[in-house]
């Protein structure tokens, strides 16, 4: 399940499980949704128009009736806290559960404010409060957003001189801000902005207070005008006014940056500090400075902060023993979408332009086949016999020891290692044998096409897979002949049990009478005829002999299934019949 705000406009009643009585008697829950919003999330699933209630139609209905009071009032109608169902959910389970954290939740705005500034204070963050809750981080987020609210205006709150909205909508004002709107809330003769006109008091107006300089006001060119009421000056021109006001913000980083800060943070215009997420830190153990500008120019700095991550990180590591990190973490130049937009434009001409350049691109190749990369992921064939006589024999192959010789001269070519390395590619199993993708990238650029073509020809051989149609499709495409690099051992003999199979051979090698009146012989008896007439010791002498087993294409001596490499055969000469 997923806790998430959605608006009311993508809910709707499930027809399935919608209440025949009160569904719509809401007049119990519209005070308390009013006052505090909906506590206990509804539960919802989703479907092709948005979501469907399956719990929780009476606050989704109480919900709509104080959504409607509030744009009447012109004030914003917020999203309310779902629990999202996935497949497999227990419904009765989820809503249960929810019911009885909320049951816990203190029931007055005030009241959550300090239960979870208190969890704060001991270190959980957002995330964790709001899952002991069973609550949103955005109501958590909002609740603690209280501690930015002045204790007057706190007290006419909890008499209920004001509501909810106001509240909410002043944790957005500077302190500034709130005393000035506590003198026109007590004055005789002026209005405290509410409702809708409160928010464009807060960020509508064009009035900047002189006061709110950071610089000489004799530097600024306009007009300053004059409320003889308020004994209070303003800027007239605001563009002029944060030309002046930026510069004295960068001049204030500098400053911090020269006296040792490791960063100094410029929040958003109108974003205010979020002091509840943050650590205190000092300029020595890697805290920052954050700048909160607000929309009427004022500007506070918030020295010697860090994230309550890196907080909780330094907890860990000195609990561990291990030295805590102090350097603050430095936040990226690039969001992660950002660098992802980059990426795709960068790639989409590098791969462009790499189209006319057929030799790099052997090159790219041939270093991720060494090397790897996150899309190129190739091993060395392992040649894994499992078995010690195989083993023994493979090493006498006259291909397998001149495949060695050409490796070292490929490790050669690369400047790499030629003692080490059991294998240019490294194997699955080869762990802790890694090569680095740039470095081979680079000696690949410096040699010539020729030592190119060598290497590449190598590696690709390298990890051509043991036991795979593509090596009987390569062995019927370059006629290989096995006679020159392989002659029957004994290994070959040993492993070798068929008698059907065996005595069939001999009818290849000595003639049909003779493989007659060896049929009921034992295997090892007819395998020695065999090897009499490859031996000389028995006529015919037939040294260049080679079992079926070992042409291309493959064949064998029975009827019988049971060959891997006769149904690989098969599928390849069926795909090259198909071409």
Same mark, same amino acid.
């Not at 204790?151 to 500077?174: E, M």
């Not at 790219?364 to 078995?387: D, F, K």
């Not at 024999?393 to 291909?399: I, P």
């Not at 990238?441 to 030592?451: Q, V």
């Given at each position: ?22 569904a ?15 506590l ?107 501690? +930015?609210? *002045? =204790?007057?205006?706190? !007290?006419?709150? @909890? #008499?209920?001189?004001?509501?909810? &909205?106001v509240? +909410?909508? *002043? =944790?957005?004002?500077? !302190?500034?801000? @709130? #005393?000035?709107?506590?003198?026109? &809330? ?12 409160? #928010? ?52 204030r ?32 153990d ?21 994230t ?42 590098t791969?462009?332009?790499l189209?006319?350049?057929?030799a ?11 090397a790897?990369s ?26 397998q020891?001149?495949?060695a ?22 194997r ?28 590449f ?21 370059l ?33 049909k ?18 090897l ?48």
């Amino acid at each position: 399940m997923e806790l998430k705000h959605i608006n009311l406009d993508d809910l709707k009643t499930a027809r399935l499980n919608v209440r025949k009585q009160g569904a719509k008697s809401v007049s119990d829950l519209v005070p308390s949704i009013r006052a505090m919003g909906i506590l206990q999330p509804l539960l919802v699933r989703p479907n092709c128009e948005g979501y469907e209630i399956v719990a929780g139609q009476r606050r989704y209905h109480a919900a709509k009736q104080v959504a409607q009071e509030a744009s009447e009032q012109g004030a914003d109608v917020a999203p309310v806290p779902c629990i999202v169902m996935e497949d497999g959910d227990d419904a009765k389970a989820i809503e249960a559960s929810s019911a009885e954290n909320v049951a816990r939740l203190p029931m007055d705005e005030i009241d959550q404010y300090k239960a979870f500034e208190a969890l704060s204070k001991q270190g959980k963050s957002v995330e964790e409060i709001a899952r002991d809750f069973g609550v949103t981080e955005r109501l958590v987020s909002q609740r603690l957003a209280i501690a +930015r609210i *002045l =204790t007057p205006i706190l !007290k006419l709150y @909890q #008499k209920g001189a004001i509501n909810a &909205y106001v509240l +909410r909508d *002043l =944790t957005l004002a500077t !302190k500034a801000q @709130q #005393k000035r709107w506590l003198e026109l &809330y007590g004055s005789e003769d002026q209005h405290a902005p509410q409702g809708r006109y409160l #928010k464009h008091w807060l960020f509508g107006g064009e009035e900047i207070p002189v006061d709110n300089a950071l610089f000489d006001p004799l530097d600024y060119r306009g007009n300053i005008v004059t409320d003889l009421f308020e004994e209070t000056r303003y800027f007239d021109d605001g563009k002029a006014f944060w030309e002046l006001q930026n510069k004295a913000i960068a001049e204030r980083r500098e400053a911090y940056l020269a006296k040792g800060w490791d960063e100094v943070v410029l929040l958003d215009v109108g974003n205010y500090f979020a002091e509840w997420e943050h650590a205190k830190a000092g300029r020595k153990d890697g805290g920052r400075v954050y700048v909160e500008i607000a929309d009427n120019g004022e500007v506070s700095f918030h020295e010697g902060y860090i994230t309550r991550k890196e907080a909780a990180k330094r907890v860990k590591q000195a609990e561990k023993g291990e030295d805590a990190d102090n350097s603050a973490s430095a936040r990226p130049e690039l969001t992660k979408v950002m660098q992802t937009y980059l990426d795709l434009h960068r790639h989409a001409a590098t791969r462009f332009e790499l189209l006319s350049d057929p030799a790099l691109a052997l090159r790219v190749a041939t270093a991720q086949i060494i090397a790897g990369s996150p899309l190129w992921s190739v091993q060395a064939e392992p040649q894994r016999t499992g078995n010690e006589i195989i083993e023994q024999s493979l090493a006498t192959n006259g291909a397998q020891e001149k495949f060695a010789q050409e490796r070292k001269a490929v490790l050669q070519l690369l400047g790499m290692d030629t003692d080490e390395p059991e294998t240019v590619v490294p194997r699955r199993h080869d762990y802790g044998v890694s090569t680095d993708l740039l470095s081979i990238f680079a000696k690949l650029i410096e040699l010539d096409d020729e030592a190119l073509t060598r290497i590449f020809t190598f590696v690709v051989a390298e990890t051509l897979p043991s036991a795979s149609e593509l090596v009987e499709a390569l062995g019927e495409h370059l006629a290989t002949d096995m006679a020159v690099h392989w002659k029957p051992d004994e290994a070959f003999f040993d492993l070798w049990k068929d008698k059907e199979a065996i005595n069939a051979a001999i009818r290849e090698v000595a003639g049909k009478a003779t493989a007659d009146a060896h049929l009921t012989s034992t295997a090892k008896l007819q395998k020695k005829v065999i090897l009499g007439c490859l031996e000389g010791t028995r006529k015919p002498h037939m040294p260049d002999w080679l079992p079926r087993y070992m042409a291309f294409p493959m064949a064998g001596y029975t009827r019988r299934n049971g060959i891997a490499a006769l149904e690989r055969t098969k599928a390849v000469q069926k795909a090259l019949k198909a071409r």
